[in-house]
């Protein structure tokens, strides 16, 4: 499937460890398998969630190929690949394009701050001309945590020098009116980062979002879009109103040790409970108390099926 064709839920997903931090990847396959399973249209692996700063970028690439080896077809996978330089994103970008994924999720260069957009511009054209004609970017705006972000005015200039390279953006701005003036550059696919604004990105042509919170309440997102899309409005409002209150409850806990301690809770497989450096992992005590928030507000609990 191309990215342009794409339509619902992507799953971020998380990077389980073992317990000398190395990938866990057993739980790593399943997972991916599993959020597929649960009505994701797509994963991308090695985004925020997956704690993709702490994974090396030989790790990522055999990750990603062991995905590829297990069946799971790399054309449902759009890995993330931003680091703060053009070889190595080029680099990690070119390995995943290669073993056949939707797209590569690239961060704009994010150490130094301030810069210049046609700075940025530059970055973009020189990482296009490096992976070569056939580069498939799906932009990544994340400015509360990047701290660079990628405008409006830049996006749409990069996609129309670049239309077959800039493929789409995923806006975790958390502001609207961002995502509303995205969704303006004609023919692009923009992936609102959460499925907070879910039913008003819709209404402006959105084809899905991109959420964080699927790691754990996928088959719920994923039939907003549905219903959507089947012309059940009333329907999809009424399921995506507890679906962001929940997010948001998950949100306040950490949601990267919080999502990956709740799972650890509902497989038995306190791996899951592991984070990298610099993250700290949530004690089980507390992931405890948060299942039962879930449980008691919103009558929700972590499945999880381990074949």
């Not at 306190?270 to 919103?298: S, Y």
Request: aromatic letters at 6%; one cysteine or more; charged letters at 20%.
């Amino acid at each position: 499937m191309s990215f342009d064709k794409m339509h619902g839920l992507v799953a971020p997903i998380l990077t389980p460890f073992n317990n000398d931090s190395s990938i866990a990847m057993d739980l790593f396959l399943a997972h991916a398998r599993r959020m597929l399973d649960e009505g994701c249209i797509a994963i991308a692996p090695f985004g925020t969630t997956g704690e993709a700063l702490s994974v090396g970028i030989d790790e990522r690439i055999e990750a990603i190929r062991e995905l590829v080896d297990s069946g799971i077809d790399p054309a449902t996978m759009i890995p993330g690949t931003g680091l703060s330089n053009v070889a190595d994103t080029a680099r990690l970008s070119r390995a995943c394009l290669d073993m056949g994924c939707a797209a590569v999720m690239t961060l704009p260069p994010f150490y130094y701050k301030a810069v210049r957009e046609d700075a940025l511009y530059r970055y973009f054209q020189q990482l296009i001309e490096t992976i070569g004609a056939d580069a498939r970017i799906v932009l990544y705006h994340i400015p509360p945590i990047a701290i660079v972000g990628i405008p409006p005015s830049l996006t749409a200039r990069l996609r129309a020098n670049f239309p077959k390279q800039i493929v789409g953006i995923k806006d975790s701005s958390g502001d609207w009116e961002n995502t509303r003036q995205l969704l303006d550059i004609d023919g692009l696919p923009v992936f609102p980062g959460s499925e907070l604004p879910l039913l008003d990105a819709l209404a402006l042509g959105a084809p899905g979002c991109v959420s964080a919170t699927a790691n754990i309440n996928a088959s719920a997102i994923a039939r907003i879009i549905k219903l959507y899309d089947q012309g059940d409005k009333d329907g999809a409002r009424a399921l995506q109103e507890p679906a962001a209150e929940l997010r948001l409850v998950v949100q306040e806990s950490g949601p990267i040790p919080a999502q990956k301690r709740l799972l650890a809770l509902a497989s038995g497989d306190d791996r899951w409970a592991n984070v990298r450096p610099p993250l700290t992992a949530m004690p089980e005590d507390a992931g405890r108390e948060l299942a039962g928030v879930l449980k008691r507000d919103f009558a929700f609990e972590v499945s999880y099926d381990s074949a």
